[in-house]
């Protein structure tokens, strides 16, 4: 299978703490994105990091990107209650940019 | 970026029976749109690729004569499942990719489907 790995599966902690996700892929890719999804929701793109990137920031997001190592990671700063959700990792491989393989995903709860 | 809407929510039908399920995208013209599947608490795997105007691409595994899609316009496709099995009770999710956002595709808030 093709299929990216994401760990940790999940993941609890206290609002306000940090929250580190990781993703490892198989393939050569022309980029990765993470997206969130709520439970029994539709998922939203959070953030796209492009193979030649190595780390990008959005608001509270920073995602690096080791193509060497073929892994990336998602962090999340000073989390709320609010970023509970299914996080999941999707590359789009170098040949057919069109096709997204999802990671495994990490359930994340944050306590208030 | 593009907004994307699925129809039903949610079906519950009997076994046997065909469901089929609508996805548009309301403000973006999508010449592609994919198709994927979510069991509880797994990750999302794509079915299909759905073209305008053209027969979709199915992914190794997915039997196009069970999930039939039709891509008629650039603001609807649908997925129909035929003969549904209670094996076949599922999320499916479609999205939309924009071209002028790169990568990024834009998701459907999915279709539960329960079969009895």
């Known amino acids: 299978s093709q299929q990216g790995e994401e760990d940790p599966q999940a993941l609890s902690i206290q609002e306000g703490e940090n929250a580190t996700m990781n993703c490892s892929y198989k393939t050569s890719i022309n980029n990765l994105q993470w997206y969130r999804q709520n439970s029994g929701r539709g998922l939203v793109h959070l953030i796209l990091?492009?193979?030649?990137?190595r780390e990008k920031h959005s608001g509270r997001l920073r995602v690096t990107l080791d193509t060497s190592k073929k892994s990336s990671s998602l962090l999340i700063t000073a989390s709320r209650a609010a970023d509970t959700a299914s996080y999941f990792c999707?590359?789009?491989?170098?040949?057919?940019?069109?096709?997204?393989?999802f990671g495994t995903g990490t359930r994340l709860q944050v306590f208030p | 970026g593009a907004v994307v809407s699925q129809h039903p929510s949610w079906v519950i039908c009997k076994s046997g029976t065909s469901v089929k399920i609508e996805c548009r995208s309301l403000d973006f013209q999508a010449t592609t749109m994919f198709w994927y599947r979510q069991f509880p608490k797994q990750s999302l795997m794509l079915m299909a690729t759905s073209n305008e105007g053209s027969k979709a691409t199915y992914e190794q595994g997915v039997e196009k004569d069970k999930f039939l899609i039709n891509h008629a316009s650039l603001t609807l496709s649908t997925l129909t499942v035929t003969s549904a099995h209670p094996e076949d009770s599922s999320f499916y999710i479609c999205?939309?990719?924009?071209?002028?956002?790169?990568?990024?595709?834009?998701f459907g808030p999915g279709t539960r489907l329960t079969v009895l």
């Open positions: 990091i492009r193979s030649n990137e």
């Open positions: 999707a590359t789009a491989i170098s040949y057919n940019t069109d096709k997204l393989i």
């Open positions: 999205s939309v990719k924009d071209w002028s956002s790169y990568n990024e595709q834009f």
